[in-house]
């Protein structure tokens, strides 16, 4: 069954540490696709990365870095050099291609991250 | 070009009533999902439309529904309320079913069951 993981239920870091958000999934097909959203305050989710099964590239933007491992079906994230505005909860997500399942996201229980100055 | 919109904002009903929220896609979109944001659930999937079709369920009582518009513009509906079906709404929009597109969300719909 799918199933997406993010045990850190909370973290709290000071400004300019770095942290990594985990997340771990579980899917039965082959193309599946990852993503992180963001969600401040406000409530809005904000979409951060989206990364396909078959790219295990890691990715850089900017402060942001991902970690995709297909052997430990992982799809961590980092923060380098954190910041106040990067205080939100955020959540990593799967979507399966197989049985019309692309327009659903199966969501973890989302990691709230404190950033104190 | 405009995010998703969706209206309204903040909704305090009552058990039994029934409700109705609404869910404006980024032009050009054509798939709208819809789902249920609480503290003790997290995000849970609750349908998906497609050119106006419903091409994917979650696992919700037949009381919630939802149709969508030739605009793309999508609507759910919530009959007979119960105080569980409190949360936040969120619908997000993408160019097309499928999970080769990213799905980007509205700001939500604050439900409150009395």
């Known amino acids: 069954a799918q199933k997406v993981t993010q045990a850190q239920t909370e973290i709290s870091v000071v400004e300019k540490e770095d942290v990594t958000l985990d997340c771990v999934y579980e899917?039965?097909?082959?193309?599946?696709?990852l993503f992180w959203y963001k969600q401040p305050p406000s409530g809005e989710l904000v979409f951060l990365i989206r990364r396909n099964s078959f790219d295990e590239q890691n990715e850089i933007s900017g402060r942001y870095s991902w970690n995709f491992q297909k052997s430990t079906s992982s799809f961590n994230f980092t923060i380098t050099a954190s910041q106040v505005v990067d205080s939100a909860v955020y959540f990593c997500a799967l979507s399966e291609v197989a049985y019309n399942q692309g327009g659903k996201l199966i969501f973890g229980q989302g990691t709230e991250l404190s950033v104190k100055p | 070009k405009a995010g998703v919109t969706q209206t309204p904002r903040y909704l305090i009903k009552t058990r039994g009533q029934q409700v109705t929220l609404s869910c404006s896609p980024i032009s050009g979109h054509r798939s709208v999902s819809w789902y249920q944001q609480t503290p003790g659930q997290g995000l849970q999937f609750l349908f998906e439309?497609?050119?106006?079709?419903?091409?994917n369920k979650g696992n919700f009582p037949g009381r919630f529904s939802g149709r969508q518009f030739s605009n793309s513009r999508s609507e759910m509906n919530v009959s007979t309320l119960e105080l569980g079906d409190s949360a936040l709404y969120l619908c997000?929009?993408?160019?097309?079913?499928?999970?080769?597109?990213?799905?980007?969300f509205g700001p939500g719909t604050r439900l409150t069951v009395l």
């Open positions: 997000a929009s993408s160019l097309q079913v499928g999970g080769t597109d990213t799905q980007y």
């Open positions: 439309y497609f050119s106006e079709t419903q091409r």
């Open positions: 899917t039965r097909d082959t193309t599946y696709y």
